[in-house]
């Protein structure tokens, strides 16, 4: 459907919820895959990556998220989990999980990949929510010199009065 015959929403809003759908298909693929591959035991801990989605949406609308921390806090959390999934036979205080995470960047469990996904995705971030909000603030200011203007030719018209 073309852009034009989409009337009755802002152009903006139209990118604000194309994105959130891209957002949404991701999380849905995500959760899909992993749950043919994983099964039972990604279900049970899904929540890791349903915060991650909640998070995102959350920077992208406009909410007062570090993009950087909170993947951080991410890829802690899904260290933490997994690391007392593979070692299920042992049980583990939370102090003890606390200190394996510190030790993360020196010990790459996930190799570069944490990484390079944090480059890509406060990038793409920065700029999604970058674009919609200068399309708003494009839309408030054309609709302010709109009314000037408007605001202008009525005064004329009572000038020629």
Not at 112 to 120: C, G, I, N, S, T
Request: with cysteine; net charge neutral.
């Amino acid at each position: 459907m073309p852009f034009s015959s989409l009337p009755s929403f802002p152009k903006p809003f139209i990118h604000l919820e194309f994105f959130l759908e891209l957002l949404d298909n991701s999380e849905k693929s995500l959760n899909s895959m992993f749950t043919k591959t994983y099964g039972k035991l990604y279900m049970q801990n899904s929540e890791v990556f349903q915060d991650l989605f909640t998070e995102l949406k959350r920077y992208y609308t406009g909410g007062n998220v570090n993009l950087e921390e909170m993947l951080n806090d991410f890829w802690s959390r899904l260290l933490e989990r997994m690391f007392q999934l593979l070692n299920s036979q042992y049980h583990f205080t939370d102090d003890y999980l606390e200190c394996v995470t510190k030790y993360t960047d020196e010990l790459k469990p996930f190799g570069d990949v944490p990484r390079k996904l944090k480059a890509q995705v406060t990038r793409a971030f920065i700029a999604a929510r970058t674009f919609v909000q200068g399309l708003m603030v494009g839309r408030e200011v054309a609709n302010r010199v709109a009314k000037l203007t408007q605001l202008a030719g009525d005064k004329a018209s009572a000038t020629l009065l």
